[in-house]
């Protein structure tokens, strides 16, 4: 049962490569997936026990009908069918990783002291995009500590421009230079 998930994903992927549709599966794919985290999330609605196959099928149509490519919402909607809603995310999780893969995406680890903009952030995936020669997708962490400045960390490669980092080496090289 376990790679029920990956069932569901390699037969949506095999679909919408076929139909040259990767790229918006894989971009909505993610909104699903982002819809489904945390405790209000609609996949406990689509997991309760109490909540009728019916209601979970209006509820997915409702929310997503409008948004989603209907590849993705007949998968929703045959998983409500067989009652195996508990594996959509892991199937969509999967797809997503099968498609970056497919497309020769490379994830880039970006950290800063403040949450970047979405303007912030589509510069520096066509920075790294460029000096790499492929696309990248950023998964941005704040962390304070960091002070200011960004760390990226992709493909092997790490660079870290956050003023906690400058601070730390000022302060060795201060050390180093009194001894």
């Given amino acids: 049962m376990a790679d029920l998930g990956v069932r569901y994903a390699t037969a949506l992927f095999q679909l919408s490569e076929e139909r040259g549709q990767l790229d918006v599966i894989m971009e909505q794919s993610k909104f699903i997936c982002s819809t489904f985290e945390g405790e209000e999330g609609a996949l406990r609605i689509l997991t309760h026990p109490l909540i009728s196959a ?7 149509e409702k929310v997503y009908g409008a948004v989603i490519h209907p590849d993705l919402l007949g998968l929703m909607k045959l998983a409500i069918a067989k009652n195996r809603e508990a594996f959509l995310l892991s199937a969509l999780t999967k797809l997503v990783d099968m498609i970056m893969q497919h497309q020769n995406y490379r994830t880039a680890r970006v950290v800063s002291a403040v949450p970047l903009n979405e303007s912030q952030l589509l ?3 066509d920075i790294l995009s460029a000096k790499l020669g492929k696309k990248v997708a950023i998964t941005a962490v704040v962390d304070s500590s960091a002070i200011a400045g960004i760390s990226v960390h992709v493909d092997g490669y790490f660079l870290d421009r956050t003023v906690k980092t400058m601070l730390k080496n000022m302060n060795e090289s201060l050390r180093s230079a009194s001894q």
């Fill in 123 to 125: 510069k520096l995936t």
């Fill in 54 to 60: 019916n209601e979970k099928n209006d509820f997915v």
